[in-house]
């Protein structure tokens, strides 16, 4: 089959060459059981088809697959899938829409995404690991919109976003680990829009925010950690605008802020911590107004900032816990906090 598509595609013929390609990835969607006992060998066949579409869309291929559609949907994925160092073009779909990842390694790290889609949208994970560490962003699409992570590990530490649009909204993590860490958002759009995080990890430690837009409006934190320790926030936008907290450990603590805006307006601290201790404000602003301090513990012990930087608690919706902060009533708040007096009165 991957004969016959390169003939088409060296005769420039696209529409001949996306009929063996969809027949490819029509077995690949076929039904089949990993518990029985020919399981091995199937995942193999299942592996290297794989491998043959990856070899195609890497820039060492002689012939190229690029401007191809790869219908991989609900597809059941429990074998190791090695998709490293790929390009996605403009007009390249790969869609797992639906697909259950239960075991083994999809590896797209190091892959580009330069214009085409990567569509994880609806897919389960329930376990094994989808990994796009080192992957860069430039252009396109990657979804994760509505997938359900209830297991198993996400890698994109150290991707870098400087264009493309990765969408998380109405995502589930239940369990497992999605992973962040020393990535690189310059661009783009990373969007959690009310996602819910129920007892998973989300690591951005050291994760460095310099342009576009990381947004986790109206998301749910219900247990688990959100570490954004050590990071860096020197432009773009990063929001929590609405965004619930219950239970969940959020750490900022030694982040730098000296760029760029946070928003916390109308967030609601329940229960859990918030943590910004050692945190640098020396620029941009952090926005709490509107916030709802119930019953959260919120850590600002040790933070430091300066002007331009603003930390601005104006107006909060509730104040039954307030946050510890390293002035008292009878001392002058800092010229870079809002309001001037304190506490903050709605």
Same mark, same amino acid.
């Given at each position: 089959?991957?004969?016959?598509?390169?003939?088409?595609?060296?005769?420039?013929?696209?529409?001949?060459?996306?009929?063996?390609?969809?027949?490819?990835?029509?077995?690949?969607?076929?039904?089949?059981?990993?518990?029985?006992?020919?399981?091995?060998?199937?995942?193999?066949?299942?592996? !290297?088809?794989?491998?043959? #579409?990856?070899?195609?869309?890497?820039?060492?291929?002689?012939?190229?697959?690029?401007?191809?559609?790869?219908?991989?949907?609900?597809?059941? #994925?429990?074998?190791?899938? !090695?998709?490293?160092?790929?390009?996605?073009?403009?007009?390249?779909?790969?869609?797992?829409?639906?697909?259950?990842?239960?075991?083994?390694?999809?590896?797209?790290?190091?892959?580009?995404?330069?214009?085409?889609?990567? $569509?994880?949208?609806?897919?389960?994970?329930?376990?094994?690991?989808?990994?796009?560490?080192?992957?860069?962003?430039?252009?396109?699409?990657?979804?994760?919109?509505?997938?359900?992570?209830?297991?198993?590990?996400?890698?994109?530490?150290?991707?870098?976003?400087?264009?493309?649009?990765?969408?998380?909204?109405?995502?589930?993590?239940?369990?497992?680990?999605?992973?962040?860490?020393?990535?690189?958002?310059?661009?783009?759009?990373? &969007?959690?829009?009310?996602?819910?995080?129920?007892?998973?990890?989300?690591?951005?430690? +050291?994760?460095?925010?310099?342009?576009?837009?990381?947004?986790?409006?109206?998301?749910?934190?219900?247990?688990?950690?959100?570490?954004?320790?050590?990071?860096?926030?020197?432009?773009?936008?990063?929001?929590?605008? +609405?965004?619930?907290? $219950?239970?969940?450990?959020?750490?900022?603590?030694?982040?730098?802020?000296?760029?760029?805006?946070?928003?916390?307006?109308?967030?609601?601290?329940?229960?859990?911590?918030?943590?910004?201790? $050692?945190?640098?404000?020396?620029?941009?602003?952090?926005?709490?107004?509107?916030?709802?301090? &119930?019953?959260?513990?919120?850590?600002?012990? +040790?933070?430091?900032?300066?002007?331009?930087?603003?930390? &601005?608690?104006?107006?909060?919706?509730?104040?039954?816990?307030?946050?510890?902060?390293?002035?008292?009533?009878?001392?002058?708040?800092?010229?870079?906090?809002?309001?001037?007096?304190?506490?903050?009165?709605?």
């Amino acid at each position: 089959m991957a004969a016959l598509a390169d003939e088409w595609g060296r005769a420039g013929n696209l529409a001949e060459r996306q009929v063996y390609i969809d027949i490819l990835c029509a077995y690949l969607r076929s039904p089949w059981n990993p518990e029985t006992d020919d399981s091995d060998e199937e995942a193999l066949v299942r592996s !290297n088809i794989i491998s043959i #579409i990856a070899d195609h869309l890497r820039p060492t291929a002689t012939v190229h697959w690029q401007r191809a559609n790869f219908n991989l949907t609900r597809a059941q #994925i429990a074998f190791d899938s !090695n998709l490293s160092g790929i390009e996605v073009q403009t007009d390249t779909v790969i869609s797992f829409e639906g697909s259950e990842f239960a075991r083994g390694i999809t590896n797209f790290s190091d892959a580009k995404l330069s214009g085409g889609t990567i $569509d994880l949208k609806n897919a389960k994970f329930s376990g094994g690991t989808i990994d796009l560490q080192k992957a860069k962003f430039s252009g396109g699409t990657i979804n994760f919109r509505r997938a359900e992570l209830t297991g198993g590990m996400l890698n994109l530490s150290q991707a870098v976003f400087t264009g493309s649009t990765t969408d998380f909204s109405g995502a589930k993590f239940t369990d497992g680990t999605t992973d962040f860490s020393r990535a690189h958002f310059a661009g783009g759009t990373t &969007d959690f829009l009310d996602a819910e995080f129920a007892g998973s990890i989300m690591d951005f430690g +050291g994760a460095k925010f310099t342009d576009g837009t990381t947004d986790f409006s109206r998301a749910h934190f219900a247990g688990g950690i959100a570490d954004f320790i050590r990071a860096e926030f020197t432009g773009g936008t990063t929001n929590f605008s +609405g965004a619930k907290f $219950d239970g969940t450990i959020t750490d900022f603590s030694d982040a730098k802020f000296s760029d760029g805006v946070t928003y916390f307006t109308n967030a609601r601290f329940n229960d859990g911590a918030i943590d910004f201790t $050692d945190a640098q404000v020396t620029g941009g602003l952090i926005d709490f107004t509107s916030a709802h301090f &119930d019953g959260c513990t919120a850590e600002f012990k +040790g933070v430091t900032g300066q002007e331009p930087g603003q930390l &601005d608690f104006r107006k909060p919706s509730s104040w039954l816990r307030p946050p510890h902060v390293p002035w008292s009533e009878d001392e002058e708040v800092p010229t870079w906090v809002e309001p001037r007096y304190w506490p903050p009165t709605g």
